[in-house]
């Protein structure tokens, strides 16, 4: 993550030091192709990944799992997504943008025996789970809420710098027969917003034909709180009509948290969270 980080950087500071050789403005609502707002509703497609390692004093048990293989929770899931901008100034250089699309997924597994937890390297943790039925629900939605600067902009091209807020409510539930008592179980949520700084790439093939690139990322280490974000999206838009368009988009995220969680403010676990996602979007764009 730190690594991403570092080249999503190099690649800001070269964008923004090359830019300064060009003319200081190179488009205006008038000659650019750039909408002024749009919305773009569609169908995404996604393979999921996802690991918890979650320490429960209430019942004495630490899990450290992939939640795919352990549990059973199926690894592709097809959700709605929206994706929304608006430019509020003339020039349209200034703009917010936002997104949301959730998943929810639930399983089940019978274990016919029983299955040792491994302690944690600490030495916490531990347990068995089993025998009998484990059901498990695993759910998180995705809300990016940022502003966006585009600081490159004429009739082919639009660079665009930002930041703002990935919002993740994440629900995750395990009950069933944990240390041979029936129906108890283990639990976790997190809401805390990671903040990113993004940068973004459209290119006008036509006026028609629109590639877009963008990048997003974050990392922070504050006493007991830990997280990292990578969000990566590339999409291509045929707009044949005056405001009325399709596109068809791809994107992947990695996400790690790690926290104790009387201590940060929206976190409610002892451990780490982690998942990534690769998906395909196709959506209707309305524009004008």
């Known amino acids: 993550m730190k690594k991403s980080a570092g080249i999503l950087l190099v690649l800001f500071a070269t964008a923004v030091f090359s830019t300064a050789a060009l003319a200081a403005d190179k488009g205006t609502a008038a000659d650019t192709p750039w909408e002024k707002g749009y919305i773009n509703l569609g169908v995404y497609a996604a393979t999921l990944d996802s690991g918890f390692r979650l320490s429960d004093p209430n019942l004495g048990i630490g899990l450290d799992i992939d939640v795919e293989e352990l549990l059973k929770l199926k690894t592709s899931d097809f959700t709605f997504r929206i994706d929304a901008g608006y430019r509020f100034t003339k020039n349209r250089r200034h703009s917010v943008a936002f997104s949301w699309f959730s998943f929810n997924r639930d399983g089940t597994r019978n274990f016919t025996s029983v299955i040792d937890i491994p302690d944690f390297p600490d030495g916490s943790g531990g347990g068995t789970i089993g025998p009998g039925e484990l059901n498990t629900t695993f759910n998180f939605s995705i809300y990016k809420l940022v502003y966006e600067y585009s600081f490159y902009l004429d009739k082919r091209a639009d660079i665009h710098v930002g930041g703002g807020l990935f919002l993740m409510p994440i629900k995750f539930g395990i009950s069933g027969t944990i240390n041979g008592v029936g129906q108890e179980r283990v639990s976790t949520s997190i809401t805390a917003p990671l903040p990113v700084v993004g940068l973004g790439f459209d290119f006008a093939i036509t006026p028609q034909w629109i590639l877009k690139q963008q990048a997003d990322v974050f990392y922070l280490e504050y006493e007991n709180f830990k997280g990292g974000l990578l969000n990566l999206q590339f ?24 926290a104790e969680g009387e ?26």
Not at 235 to 255: C, N
């Open 235 to 258: 999409a291509v838009e045929y707009l044949p009509f005056k405001h009325v368009g399709f596109g068809f988009g791809l994107d992947s995220m990695r996400v790690k948290v790690e």
């Open 263 to 288: 201590d940060v403010p929206g976190v409610d676990f002892n451990g780490n969270v982690g998942f990534s996602f690769v998906g395909a979007q196709l959506y209707v764009k309305a524009f004008f």
